[in-house]
């Protein structure tokens, strides 16, 4: 069973940046679209990136809120996910998840049928 770990979160002020990670055991990071998510208190979760499977061509999905902010990429020899996050806004803070669902691609990426979720982060951003 896959398990996945992010990391990197922590508190930052109004255009600060970080680099969060997700980390995986039994799984193959390069192998499955992959896609990181986020959960504000009182809030639903939401999509904030995805990047479909190598053998798809690593192509990229934002969610419009965090577009021209954010980039995900991944390392194939550490199988680490990653997304940065720069110009951190208040509106960002939530907690951070990475997850799959065995697909190659991103199609309907916000959809909520991922099943496989890992740990999650907390980011929080200040004005």
């Known amino acids: 069973e896959v398990q996945l770990q992010a990391s990197g979160g922590g508190s930052v002020q109004h255009g600060g940046s970080l680099r969060l990670s997700c980390t995986a055991s039994m799984f193959d990071m390069d192998y499955y679209a992959v896609g990181w998510f986020r959960q504000a208190p009182g809030k639903e979760r939401e999509g904030v990136s995805c990047i479909d499977s190598a053998s798809s061509g690593d192509v990229t999905y934002y969610a419009n809120a965090v577009k021209g902010r954010f980039a995900i990429f991944r390392d194939k020899a550490e199988n680490m996910l990653f997304l940065q996050m720069n110009s951190l806004k208040p509106e960002d803070t939530a907690v951070y998840f990475c997850?799959?669902?065995?697909?190659?691609?991103?199609?309907?990426?916000?959809?909520?049928?991922?099943?496989?979720w890992g740990q999650g982060t907390q980011v929080t951003v200040s004005s």
């Open positions: 997850a799959t669902d065995y697909q190659y691609d991103c199609n309907n990426w916000q959809s909520d049928y991922w099943s496989q």
